[in-house]
């Protein structure tokens, strides 16, 4: 089995986030460029950010990504972004089949996978989430959901390519409640061997998501074949993200 190097930390913004917001950024940037780079860290920001954020942050060690795209390059799509806008604002990652898009937006592993190959094309790194409900995690289900979910939303026109997978549990995320570290390490196991499967080699890094904290990062960031943690409320604050950072 393949274990990348480096860890990736990715904070994901969701709905937050104003201008005003950039001084946070600016801070961690500061921070970062006086340590060592032991991780790769980025930060996705809602749209509206990220071309100030690439601005502001240029040439420091945070990289910037979006949190979805659409699949198609132009079009009429009001509202929707596509990968190669997010490229031409500078992201270079991009997140995609995050639940709250699965759920809220009721997007497909089909979706997603179009989704994945739309950021190829515009040569973004995808960041692609699979995890499970409460109901799937109580009925034992969780390990093949999640093996389903994986290999129906990555396109097979990945091999060779960049990328990244992301364990978010559902049910964790945003409620304090985490998977033990024994969990955890199942799944992320079970995710390396289904991508050793069709991408053998890739050492595409397996985050790990869902109430990821300054107080348990380290603990999680540790166990076997977390490739990094993709962090959503304690990355708004750059105290709590630059301790995440820290732990990996
Ligand atoms: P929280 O870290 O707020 O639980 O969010 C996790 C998440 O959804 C990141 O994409």
Known sequence: MTTPVRKLIAGNWKMNGL???L????????????????????LCPPATLIERMVRE????????????????ASG?????ISAE???DAGAHLVILGHS?????????DVDVAAKVGAALRAALEPVICVGETLAQR???????????????????????????????????????????????EEMHRAIRETLEASFAGSGAP????????????????????????LVGGASLKAADFLEIIRAA
Request: proline content about 5%; aromatic content about 4%; some cysteine.
């Open 19 to 21: 201008g005003v917001d």
């Open 23 to 42: 001084l946070e950024t600016e801070r961690l940037s500061k921070a970062l460029t006086a340590e060592p780079a032991h991780c790769r860290v980025a």
């Open 57 to 72: 942050l240029k040439g420091g060690p945070v990289e910037i990504g979006g949190q979805d795209c659409r699949a198609e």
């Open 76 to 80: 009429a799509f009001t509202g929707d």
């Open 85 to 87: 806008m997010l490229r």
């Open 100 to 108: 709250e898009r699965r759920t809220l937006h009721h997007e497909t």
């Open 138 to 184: 109580k009925s034992g289900d969780a390990l093949s959901v999640v093996v389903r979910q994986l290999r129906e939303s990555l396109p097979a026109l990945l091999a060779g390519h960049r990328f990244a997978v992301a364990y978010e549990p559902v049910w964790a995320i945003g409620s304090g409640l985490t998977p033990t570290l024994a969990e955890i």
């Open 206 to 229: 397996i985050l790990y998501g869902g109430s990821v904290k300054p107080d348990n990062a380290a603990q999680i960031l540790a166990v076997k074949e977390v490739g990094g943690a």
